[in-house]
């Protein structure tokens, strides 16, 4: 079982930056891939960006240039690191946990609050 702890949302204002981080507890973390999902209001939950236990990133198209991700496997954590925050990034940030042999997230964090608002 694992389990996920995310810290780090709040409001900023647009053109700002913050950064989400998860702590992530149980094995065998180098055998999941991590990842950061979010959901807007009204909106279908979408994939921001994950990141391999050697480094290897994907970051979604929508946030490319302003968002990246990293990863401390011996601390079990991975980090969101969110610059020249828009209006439209507002949303509940999630962090995930997907086995590598895996298509969709074994486990999800309770969720933070990201709110871009002037």
């Known amino acids: 079982q694992v389990q996920l702890v995310e810290s780090g949302g709040g409001l900023v204002q647009p053109g700002g930056s913050l950064r989400l981080s998860c702590a992530a507890s149980g094995s065998s973390f180098s055998l999941y891939v991590m990842g950061w999902y979010r959901q807007a209001p009204g909106k279908q939950r979408e994939l921001v960006a994950d990141?391999?236990?050697?480094?290897?990133?994907n970051i979604a198209d929508s946030v490319k240039g302003r968002f990246t991700n990293s990863r401390d496997n011996a601390k079990n954590a991975v980090d969101l690191h969110m610059n020249s925050l828009k209006l439209e990034d507002t949303a509940v940030y999630y962090c995930?946990?997907?086995?590598?042999?895996?298509?969709?997230?074994?486990?999800w964090g309770q969720g933070t609050q990201v709110t871009v608002s002037s």
């Open positions: 990141i391999t236990s050697g480094g290897r990133t």
């Open positions: 995930t946990s997907r086995h590598f042999l895996r298509l969709a997230p074994d486990y």
